[in-house]
């Protein structure tokens, strides 16, 4: 079995910052990508950013230069940096990893249990 688990959200005020983890564990044999998704209510759940096994960056432009994606591949896990934090930024952050077991050996996408980030004063 695979698991993701989410850490690190909570509630800042507006221009704060906050960081959220991402392990990935089980029975894991590659990862080709992991990423963050986010879901405000009433909203469909949406891209945050990406980042593949290679280190390649995808953004949402409307987080462009406040967030930063990073990883701890020997840890499988992944960490998003946020700063300038919006009140359009409260949403559920769930984070997403494209990896393939060891058991099955299927290539499939995966999803944490996501972590609320409020942003209000």
């Known amino acids: 079995q695979v698991q993701l688990v989410e850490s690190g959200g909570g509630l800042v005020q507006p221009g704060g910052s906050l960081r959220l983890s991402c392990a990935a564990s089980?029975?894991?044999?590659?990862?080709?990508?992991m990423g963050w998704y986010r879901q405000a209510p009433g909203k469909q759940r949406e891209l945050v950013t990406t980042?593949?096994?290679?280190?390649?960056?995808n953004y949402a432009d409307s987080v462009k230069g406040r967030f930063t994606i990073s990883r701890d591949s020997a840890k499988n896990t992944v960490y998003l940096q946020m700063n300038s934090l919006k009140s359009e930024d409260t949403a559920v952050y769930y984070c997403?990893?494209?990896?393939?077991?060891?058991?099955?050996?299927?290539?499939?996408?995966?999803w944490g249990q996501g972590t609320q980030v409020t942003v209000s004063s």
């Open positions: 980042i593949s096994s290679g280190g390649n960056t």
């Open positions: 089980g029975s894991i044999f590659s990862i080709n990508a």
């Open positions: 997403n990893a494209v990896l393939k077991d060891r058991t099955y050996s299927v290539t499939r996408a995966y």
